[in-house]
């Protein structure tokens, strides 16, 4: 929860990695109508996502269209969008190491979508010129103004096709990113890191180190995904900055 001059507040939600593997693409499925249907999925977490003001997530698939797949290289069915947006999802980070399991078309079929959708994206981008438009993105609601950054430590050897932008874990890249967004004055400045080691329950020195580069130049929030697993919140009083180090998965 944010505060404004104690007059204004924001709720906000974060989840963790989302996901298809085969057998959840599998029991989404109806054969009489040939279509895919998550509302049972989410039916119970509904409630409290569509409850805030702002509810942002981890996309660790591509919607690259059919055939869809689970592990290794994702590509989730475009229902899964529409559920998402009807729990009250309002933004996405894009940049993991999924995201260009189906390659340029899948990166680029990805962000199409979402904008179809009308939902909130960041972290990969069709062009160079598309990243320098919308990066960071701003968020606006009541009254706050939310700056959100994303960067993947990889694509899993995958190469990212020219002209499409990944958003790499470098910090020469994120000090300059943070400084930038510090000048357009936001209230709030959250990054979202993939990062760390899967399935290990505590962060790695890599990402601490990270995480004291993103409070030292601005950020307020730093909110970690990739291992699967929880990892620790912390929260620093004197600075009133939180990193949480993995949300684990959503779904």
């Known amino acids: 929860m944010l505060r404004a001059q104690d007059t ?3 709720s906000l939600v974060f ?34 996502i569509r409850a805030v003001d ?3 997530g981890n996309l660790e698939v591509t919607l690259g269209g059919k055939p869809y797949k689970g592990y290794p290289q994702f590509s989730a069915p475009d229902e899964l969008l529409v559920a998402l947006r009807d729990i009250g999802l309002d933004v996405i980070v894009t940049a993991n190491n999924h995201s260009v399991d189906r390659g340029k078309a899948g990166l680029e079929r990805t962000i199409t979508m ?12 069709r062009t160079a010129a598309e990243k320098a438009k919308d990066h960071p993105l701003i968020v606006e609601r009541q009254g706050f103004r939310l700056a959100i950054l ?15 932008v990944v958003n790499m874990l470098d910090t ?11 000048s357009l004055n936001p209230d709030v400045i959250i990054v979202f890191p993939h990062w ?6 505590l962060p790695s020195p890599s990402q601490k180190a990270l995480t004291e580069l993103c409070f030292k130049y601005g950020a307020k929030l730093v909110i970690g995904s990739h ?11 004197d600075g009133d900055q939180l990193v949480a180090y993995s949300l684990g998965n959503f779904v």
């Not at 960067?151 to 020219?162: E, F, Q």
């Not at 020469?172 to 510090?182: H, N």
């Open 8 to 10: 204004t507040h924001l």
């Open 15 to 48: 989840l963790g990695d989302i996901m298809q593997h085969d057998s959840q693409i599998a029991d989404a499925f109806d054969p009489k109508t040939g279509t895919y249907d998550y509302a049972p999925c989410f039916r119970f977490i509904k409630p409290y």
């Open 54 to 56: 702002v509810a942002v």
């Open 114 to 125: 979402l904008d179809s959708f009308g939902i909130l994206h960041t972290g990969t981008f």
């Open 150 to 164: 994303n960067y993947t430590y990889g694509t899993n050897g995958l190469r990212v096709v020219k002209p499409n």
């Open 172 to 182: 020469a890249s994120i000090r300059r990113d943070l400084q930038y967004t510090a």
């Open 196 to 201: 760390g080691l899967e399935y290990q329950r």
């Open 227 to 237: 291992p699967h697993v929880l990892q620790p919140m912390e929260w620093r009083r």
